[in-house]
């Protein structure tokens, strides 16, 4: 079945976190996530077993951040190419019969032109490579997520339609302030899906930087302001640190699960989770919906 037919007739749950799961793995700090696909796949390929084997629909790929640039940034010599069809192959050696594979963008490590030094046919460009690996290996929807500079997005959607007619989903992150939810660039949700299904997407919504309680209020503002399915993967609430200097998110599976299935009762379409979440979050989520 189609993706996006799956998505009209039963909906979709996407798998949860990557890089906190490697973290407990052994990843250091200035390691990139996406050059485990090279030298642990065995781990990557565990993780997504562990995410279907819980209920998910779609495991993603791990390669959020195999991007040219975000890569050079972070001194990877290794090949671009290499990194992002050897993650799409892992995620598809344990996907199932009714099971997706999705090819992750995101991260290009630098900000746009004026804030930053990437102009936005660079970053169309680069996205465009990394896409154009993804698309030759198969996948069967692009995931282009934890954005907060829509014209990041923007650029990312452009790349992907230039070599695939695939569905692309689209999510971008937002803050909770005083007057509404926004972009850290200042730009409103309804504005920002608007823009997003303008360019292309065919699925919209939002990920990271907040917990599923305040997420619920986030979800059903952008489901009130569009008519495309809509996307929601919060974090398990806001990251805290212990005395000796270790993260955790406090959010249980159970309160993570309860609030997924308040927004899947505003008609969110698609759900699943993202920092701090694993594959106990999407068996309970999985159990209740």
């Keep these: ?20 799961i490697l973290i407990s793995k052994g990843i250091t ?6 050059l485990w696909n090279l030298r642990h796949p065995d781990i990557i390929m565990e993780i997504h077993r562990a995410y ?43 996907c199932g019969k009714g099971q997706y594979v999705a090819g992750e963008l995101g991260s290009l490590g630098d900000m746009l032109q ?20 993804l698309e030759d290996e198969g996948v069967d929807v692009f995931l282009i997520e934890t954005i907060f500079d829509i ?6 959607i452009k790349a992907v339609r230039s070599v695939s007619e695939k569905p692309i989903f689209c999510s971008l ?27 292309g997407a065919s699925v919209v919504g939002a990920n990271c930087s907040m917990g599923s309680k305040t997420m619920i209020d986030l979800a059903g503002e952008i489901k009130k302001g569009i008519d495309v399915p809509v996307i929601i993967m919060p974090n398990a609430g806001t990251p805290e640190t212990t005395k000796d200097n270790a ?36 068996k309970k989520i999985k159990e209740l919906i």
């Design 29 to 34: 700090g200035g390691e990139a996530s996406e």
């Design 247 to 282: 993260v955790f998110y406090p959010e249980d599976e159970n309160f993570f699960a309860n609030n997924i299935k308040k927004i899947k009762a505003l008609g969110v379409e698609i759900v699943g989770g993202c920092c701090g979440t694993t594959p106990a979050y999407i």
């Design 173 to 199: 992150t937002f803050k909770k302030m005083k007057k509404g939810f926004f972009t850290i660039f200042g730009n409103n949700p309804k504005d920002s899906m608007k823009s997003l299904v303008d360019a």
């Design 114 to 133: 004026p804030m930053g030094p990437v102009s936005f046919n660079e970053a169309v460009d680069c996205f465009a490579q990394q896409a154009g690996f």
């Design 52 to 94: 279907y084997d819980a209920g998910s629909d779609v495991a993603s790929a791990n390669t959020y951040g195999a991007s040219a640039i975000k890569l050079k940034k972070m001194g990877v010599t290794q090949s671009v190419e290499k990194m992002n069809r050897t993650g799409v192959r892992i995620a598809r050696k344990v």
């Design 151 to 156: 014209n990041i997005a923007l650029a990312a």
């Design 1 to 20: 079945m189609d993706i996006l037919e799956k998505v009209r007739k039963d909906g979709l749950i996407f798998d949860g976190a990557t890089g906190s």
